[in-house]
């Protein structure tokens, strides 16, 4: 069956330090691949998506930016954290029906 | 593009009785509508979901429906328990071979009380 790993789980980071989230997918080949971000207490707002290797998709204009170097990996970078980058990151997949499962997600507090 | 409303925002229901939320969509090509719950502090998780080719679908105390002609559709759970306490987001999407996107509700907070 498929999974998502995501880390790290939570992280602590200043204002204008650099930012890495990864996720992983095991058991399936080729997925579509999301992004999403939600503040506290509000909605689920989609970041990226990818439909390949390279292939990256941006949904809103921001300070992060999203990276696919391998099939199964999926990347949100930033080069300088904002006070408004905080919130709850989601990894998504899209399964064979087209369902979307979330990983565990990331919770980012910038101080 | 697409545009997915959920009512109400928040939802009290007394532990036994039903709840309905209702969402609505824009885009008439969309034709894949899942519902997710979400507890506090964790990930969304899917508990059922609908095609545009079904008028309604049921799972035990869950059930879905969907008017494609009025752009709606409705989460029922029945018999509700304090375990169904829990963020609900609707979305639609519109099913593709690569490239689906999911546009989401912005949740119902259901607090079921004992």
């Known amino acids: 069956s498929q999974t998502i790993h995501q880390w790290p789980a939570t992280l602590v980071q200043p204002v204008g330090s650099p930012l890495s989230l990864e996720c992983t997918v095991e058991?399936?080949?080729?997925?579509?691949l999301y992004w999403y971000r939600q503040a506290a207490g509000r909605g689920l707002q989609l970041l990226f998506y990818s439909v390949g290797i390279g292939q990256i998709s941006s949904e809103v204009p921001q300070n992060l930016s999203a990276s696919r170097p391998q099939d199964r990996q999926f990347i949100l970078s930033s080069k300088k954290l904002l006070l408004s980058d905080s919130g709850f990151y989601l990894c998504a997949l899209a399964g064979a029906r087209g369902e979307l499962f979330f990983g565990e997600g990331s919770r980012l507090t910038v101080l | 593009g697409e545009n997915v409303e959920q009512h109400p925002s928040t939802l009290s229901v007394q532990e036994g009785d039903s709840a309905v939320i209702k969402c609505t969509y824009s885009d008439s090509a969309s034709n894949y509508f899942p519902w997710y719950k979400q507890e506090l502090g964790k990930r969304p998780q899917l508990i059922i979901d609908i095609r545009s080719n079904v008028g309604e679908k049921k799972d035990q105390r869950i059930a879905v429906t969907l008017n494609k002609t009025a752009k709606h559709f409705s989460l029922h759970i029945t018999e509700t328990q304090p375990e169904d306490s829990a963020v609900y987001f609707c979305a639609a999407s519109t099913l593709r071979v690569r490239g689906n996107q999911f546009y989401f509700g912005t949740g119902t907070s259901l607090t079921v009380i004992p």
């Open positions: 058991g399936t080949s080729n997925p579509n």
